[in-house]
């Protein structure tokens, strides 16, 4: 690795497995301290901590609540307070959840959380790391290849909750580089939607993926 990113301090949400957990290793490889946050596996996020320190790096796992903005907001501050600065922000915790809209079975309080993680988690992050990201600072969105369409039935929410984030962006297509903007001295601070399919994230046995 280049040590390109020596002296920077990334965030990864929903870090504790899979694809967050691999981008949190590959960012401390280039030299970022990371800190990660995790919903419910404190043994996963501390091994992924264990391997961001064996690359030389500082690691922090968190625990919150991606569908709480306050305790999306108290793991920015935690991190500020352990790290001292934010340079990169990967918004990569996500939850799939299945049903359709007008199926009797369908869990509507599932639903409305996929929603608050998918969407409100990330736009709480990005409402409490704006002012700490530099000019140079980036956020990198992990999206799906399911946000801009829904290729089978019962995942219209999901497909939803997947295309929001992009939306913020001022790129008139996705998945072209984008700027989001922080209205905080009237910055941009630059954004990578990343869309991925299947293969990326947690599908299959389990509906959740990333906290």
Same mark, same amino acid.
């Given at each position: 690795?280049?040590?390109?990113?020596?002296?920077?301090?990334?965030?990864?949400?929903?870090?504790?497995?899979?694809?967050?957990?691999?981008?949190?290793?590959?960012?401390?490889?280039?030299?970022?301290?990371?800190?990660?946050?995790?919903?419910?596996?404190?043994?996963?996020?501390?091994?992924?901590?264990?391997?961001?320190?064996?690359?030389?790096?500082?690691?922090?796992?968190?625990?919150?609540?991606?569908?709480?903005?306050?305790?999306?907001?108290?793991?920015? *501050?935690?991190?500020?307070?352990?790290?001292?600065?934010?340079?990169?922000?990967?918004?990569?915790?996500?939850?799939?959840?299945?049903?359709?809209?007008?199926?009797?079975?369908?869990?509507?309080?599932?639903?409305?959380?996929?929603?608050?993680?998918?969407?409100?988690?990330?736009?709480?992050?990005? *409402?409490?790391?704006?002012?700490?990201?530099?000019?140079?600072?980036?956020?990198?969105?992990?999206?799906?290849?399911?946000?801009?369409?829904?290729?089978?039935?019962?995942?219209?929410?999901?497909?939803?909750?997947?295309?929001?984030?992009?939306?913020?962006?001022?790129?008139?297509?996705?998945?072209?580089?984008?700027?989001?903007?922080?209205?905080?001295?009237?910055?941009?601070?630059?954004?990578?939607?990343?869309?991925?399919?299947?293969?990326?994230?947690?599908?299959?046995?389990?509906?959740?993926?990333?906290?």
């Amino acid at each position: 690795m280049t040590g390109r990113l020596s002296g920077k301090v990334a965030l990864a949400t929903g870090a504790s497995r899979g694809i967050g957990a691999a981008i949190a290793v590959c960012l401390a490889a280039e030299g970022a301290d990371v800190a990660i946050s995790y919903a419910a596996s404190p043994d996963r996020a501390a091994r992924v901590v264990g391997e961001i320190e064996a690359k030389g790096a500082r690691g922090l796992a968190v625990s919150a609540d991606q569908a709480d903005p306050e305790a999306v907001a108290e793991l920015v *501050r935690t991190l500020h307070t352990q790290f001292g600065r934010l340079d990169i922000l990967v918004h990569n915790a996500g939850v799939f959840i299945t049903g359709t809209i007008d199926s009797p079975d369908t869990d509507v309080a599932a639903q409305a959380r996929q929603f608050a993680i998918n969407v409100g988690g990330v736009a709480a992050a990005v *409402r409490a790391a704006a002012a700490l990201l530099p000019d140079s600072g980036r956020i990198i969105s992990i999206g799906s290849l399911f946000g801009p369409r829904s290729p089978w039935t019962g995942i219209g929410g999901y497909s939803a909750t997947k295309s929001a984030p992009p939306s913020t962006s001022t790129a008139d297509t996705w998945p072209e580089r984008a700027a989001l903007s922080v209205d905080r001295n009237r910055r941009s601070v630059p954004v990578e939607p990343m869309p991925l399919g299947p293969q990326g994230a947690h599908f299959g046995s389990s509906a959740r993926f990333g906290p």
